[in-house]
Structures are given as structure tokens and as C-alpha cells.
């Protein structure tokens, strides 16, 4: 009997014998999802045949859920090992910002953040394989003189290419510090006047190209652009990009599978995507717009420089969409992982490392 089969047989034995109603859920927790349901976007097994210790799973979880996660999805080569939901924490008034309220599933709906950077790259990339966009070109091509308080000819020296690698040399007020391509500077509002360009490129909304480029072919139902609060205040973006851990894991899986939507349809080129994560010059722990572990020395979103890889206990061709509040996406293509992190800031400040070192003693070898 092939391995596939064996896998299906264990799952069905184990819908059978399955209790009729989901354990107790933790403290906090929403109830696990059950190993035997079979969704449409994949198939639910249990973590221990897919070769996990689900004991060390458990403890991942656990510290998860205290560190004030409010969802994690773990997908391995496809087969979800583990979805599980926790509620907002109470009095949080910065989080409930983010909070864009619930999916049918049960969890959040939420503002990812600067997460959304690592979505742009990917409508970025599409817009280069429908050829509407060339990233060597100035960003002036497309927006106009004027965009930026830097001089004119300073200006007109960075690309679109710039943006996407945080080293236009423009400060956050958008005025000059150096010249283009030559310092790491993680900039949001700079990086926002890429959503305009996508606009101008394509002729279309952001709202609408990333719905026919992106979440269509993916069949995401609560991924979307919205207005951010006006709490928020001049923060350089005005605009949130809101999204549940399962559809971002969805996003996930199709990076992994080189472009392709679960149905096949090719949504970017594998080409596309290979450029996005190619280490630049400036911070090798930084592709475009997406976070990378291939390097051998990295400079954080605050500029501070460290030896080794950017989360030293992560595969490392690992890639990573990261935002505000410690939303991760991870992609390990050498262990065929997407998982997925949404909620409230993490009181552990190393919680990426210690994250990652609990999944290791959890996922097989």
C-alpha cells in the first residue's frame, strides 16, 4: 500500500473512533480544529502521522498562546498540521485597532500590518510578468516629479527597485540622506508610494488588481484593503491590508509552490518570485520586501547590525513576511512549512528565535 494511502487510512480510522464533540478547549483558546475534517483547501492530519512530536507541538502552542498570539496555522507539504484560534486580549486598545472583525472560521480579521509590504512584492511581481511594470525604471515614470522632498535630480535617480529594497536614501519625511542604492533604511512611507505606482502601472485600484491578480485566483474571501482607523494617525500608510491566518497561509503555500493556486492557474512566475528573494547589497537579510535567512550577517528594521542568519534557529532558506505586532508568514521550502502568527505584541522579545528553536524539537527531521 503507498505511503499516500496509508496516511488517508490512519485519518479516516481516526474519523471514526474521533469523539463526537472537540476536547475542552485551554484557557483562551478556541477549540482545535479536528484532525478528521477534510476542508476544501486541504486535508486536516493528525500531527503525529505526519511524523510531528505532538507533545513539543503542544508546548509550541502553548508559549504561542502566551505570548498573545490569536491564531497560528502550520501547513506541512500541504497537509494542515495544526489551526488554532485564541480570542483578542482583553484591554489590549492598541491591538483592538488592528481588529477588523471575525471570519466565518472563527478567527480575526486583522490588519497585518507591515506584513502587507510582502503582498505588494508579490502584485509587484505580477505586474512585471503582465508587463506593466518595470522596477529599473524611476518611480518619477510613473507617479510624476514631485513625489518625494528630495531634489530633483536626486529624485529622479530612484527606482521603483529602490522602494522594494528599502534603499531609496530617502528618510521617513521623504527628504535625501543618501544617495539611491546604498544604504538599508526600512522606510514605510516610502514604500507606500508603491501602492500608487502598482496604480498607475496597471490603470486599475490597488483594491482591484489585487483582487483579480491575487485573492480570486486563491479564493480569499476576507482578504482586502481597507482604511486604517484615524487613531492611527500620519503613520506614511493610511491604508490596511486586512487578512485571517488561514488565507494568509493560502498566500503562503502558493509561494512555496512556486506560483501556482492550489487549482494550478499560475498567479505569478517562479521567476518573479526568485527576484524577490534575492539577498540585496545593502542588508542581505533583505530581499524585496520580504525578510530573508540565507544571509550571513543581517540589519534589523531598526538598522541594528548582527552576525548570522536573521533568525538563527530557522531553516535557512527560510522566507518571512513580518509586521507590526509580530504577524509572521514563514515559507522553509527545504521543509515544505508554511506557518502563520497573528495577534497582539509578543512580550518575549526574542519570541522569532525562541519560536522557532520549540518548532524544531517539534517538526520531524
Known amino acids: 500500500m503507498s505511503h499516500l494511502r496509508l496516511i488517508l487510512c490512519a485519518v479516516l480510522l481516526a474519523a471514526c473512533s474521533a469523539p463526537a464533540s472537540a476536547p475542552p478547549a485551554p484557557k483562551r483558546a478556541a477549540p482545535t480544529v479536528a484532525a478528521n475534517d477534510l476542508p476544501a483547501e486541504g486535508l486536516y492530519i493528525l500531527p503525529e502521522i505526519a511524523g510531528w512530536n505532538a507533545a513539543a507541538l503542544e508546548d509550541y502552542l502553548s508559549y504561542a498562546e502566551a505570548q498573545n498570539s490569536t491564531g497560528i496555522v502550520i501547513i506541512d507539504r500541504e497537509r494542515i498540521i495544526t489551526e488554532r484560534f485564541w480570542p483578542a486580549p482583553e484591554g489590549d486598545a492598541t491591538f483592538a485597532l488592528f481588529v477588523h472583525g471575525t471570519a466565518a472560521d472563527g478567527a480575526l480579521v486583522e490588519d ?29 515614470h ?25 534603499n531609496s536614501g530617502l528618510k521617513e519625511d521623504l527628504t535625501s540622506e543618501a544617495a539611491p542604492g546604498e544604504k538599508f533604511f526600512y522606510n514605510t512611507p516610502a ?29 480569499l474571501a ?88 536573521f533568525i538563527p534557529a530557522a531553516p535557512s532558506d527560510t522566507v518571512t ?21 497573528t495577534g497582539a505584541n509578543p512580550p518575549d522579545t526574542e519570541f522569532l528565535q525562541k519560536s522557532w528553536e520549540m518548532l524544531a524539537k517539534a517538526m520531524p527531521d
Open 112 to 140: 497585518v500590518a507591515s506584513l502587507q509590504k510582502s503582498i505588494v512584492a508579490l502584485l509587484a511581481g505580477i505586474a512585471v510578468d503582465k508587463g506593466l511594470l518595470d522596477v529599473a525604471y524611476p518611480v518619477s
Open 142 to 166: 510613473y507617479l510624476g516629479a514631485g513625489w518625494s522632498k528630495a531634489a530633483p535630480e536626486t529624485e529622479a535617480a530612484i527606482t521603483v527597485r529602490h522602494l522594494m529594497e528599502m
Open 191 to 219: 514604500y507606500a508610494k508603491l501602492q500608487g505606482v502598482l496604480e498607475a502601472a496597471s490603470g486599475e485600484p490597488l483594491a482591484d488588481i489585487t483582487e483579480s491578480w491575487l485573492t480570486r485566483p486563491l479564493g
Open 222 to 309: 476576507e482578504t482586502g484593503w481597507r482604511p486604517r482607523p484615524v487613531a492611527f494617525g500620519n503613520v506614511g500608510n493610511p491604508v490596511a491590508l486586512v487578512s485571517t491566518p488561514r488565507e494568509l497561509s493560502r498566500i503562503g503555500q502558493m509561494v512555496l509552490d512556486t506560483g501556482r493556486a492550489p487549482d494550478g492557474t499560475r498567479v505569478i512566475s517562479a521567476e518573479a518570485l526568485a527576484v524577490l528573494f534575492t539577498p540585496t547589497e545593502t542588508n542581505p537579510a533583505y530581499g524585496r520586501l520580504w525578510w530573508l535567512n540565507s544571509g550571513a550577517w543581517s540589519l534589523a528594521a531598526g538598522g541594528a547590525r548582527r552576525e548570522g542568519a
Open 321 to 341: 513576511g513580518l509586521g507590526f505586532l509580530g504577524r509572521q508568514v514563514f515559507i522553509a521550502p527545504s521543509k515544505g512549512l508554511v506557518i502563520v502568527r
